[in-house]
Each structure stands twice: as structure tokens, then as C-alpha cells.
């Protein structure tokens, strides 16, 4: 999922895990870490899923198309 929150650019790392989603620290969206989408606004745009993979003991990581999206 993509670090810069969809609403105003919060810093999800700084969020706080909620069950199996993660809450802005600024002002409380809270995405889905399955999917992205928005569980409780005021955000109403989903965060941006990423496609992680360790490839010769390197980390990938690159945006999802909508078409080849799956959970991990």
C-alpha cells in the first residue's frame, strides 16, 4: 500500500494498525491493508496497492495495475 494517505498526503507509517486496516494519523481515514479501500473516511479515494517481491535478496516494489491485483 502506498505510504502517503489518498485524503491530504498523511504519513501512514505513522498511522495506527486497527485489526486489519491502518488509520491515518491526520485525520483518521482508515484504509483495508487487503485492498486498499476506504473502511471510514473523511478520505473517499482507496490508497494504492503495490507489488512487493524479493528478487536475487533485493525487495521490488511497484503499483499494481487494476487488472493483475491479488492478495498476499
Do not use: Y
Request: with cysteine.
Amino acid at each position: 500500500m502506498a505510504e502517503t494517505c489518498s485524503h491530504f498526503s498523511g504519513p501512514l507509517s505513522e498511522g495506527k494498525l486497527v485489526g486489519d486496516s491502518i488509520v491515518c494519523p491526520h485525520h483518521s481515514s482508515r484504509f483495508a491493508l487487503e485492498d486498499g479501500r476506504v473502511l471510514d473516511g473523511p478520505a473517499v479515494h482507496p490508497q494504492p496497492c503495490l507489488a512487493v517481491r524479493v528478487r536475487d535478496g533485493q525487495i521490488e516494489v511497484r503499483k499494481e495495475s487494476a487488472s493483475n491485483v491479488t492478495s498476499v
